[in-house]
Nanobody, 120 residues
Framework: QVQLQESGPGLVKPSQTLSLSCTVSGGPITANAYYWSWNRQPPGKGLEWIGY???????FYSPSLRSRTSISRDTSKNQFTLQLRSVTPEDTAVYYC????????????WGQGTQVTVSS
């Protein structure tokens, strides 16, 4: 059974960098068939894709967030990390990590989500 767990600060000040990690258990993040994704849901809005890192380490980002986003990984910890720079209150959201299975063209596992609030 694959499990994903987000971790990171729940409060970030405007202009700072939001940093979240997702620790994966039950399978390696280096497997080629999977893409490890970050998504978010602002209050009262729908789910928004941020980006993902593939099993071989390649990264892909949402065009609207690309200039402020980096996704990296630590294979020794089986963990991948989101960094979102220069945050504003509009970045307040529940952030989710998830696994996208390319054979199914769908997400098959999600973390429980973590609330991040951007406020001074």
């Amino acid at each position: 059974q694959v499990q994903l767990q987000e971790s990171g600060p729940g409060l970030v000040k405007p202009s700072q960098t939001l940093s979240l990690s997702c620790t994966v258990s039950g399978g390696p993040i280096t497997a080629n068939a999977y893409y490890w994704s970050w998504n978010r849901q602002p209050p009262g809005k729908g789910l928004e894709w941020i980006g993902y890192i593939g099993g071989r380490g390649s990264t892909f980002y949402s065009p609207s967030l690309r200039s402020r986003t980096s996704i990296s990984r630590d294979t020794s910890k089986n963990q991948f990390t989101l960094q979102l720079r220069s945050v504003t209150p509009e970045d307040t959201a529940v952030y989710y990590c998830a696994r996208y299975y390319s054979d199914w063209l769908a997400y098959d596992y999600w973390g429980q989500g973590t609330q991040v609030t951007v406020s001074s």
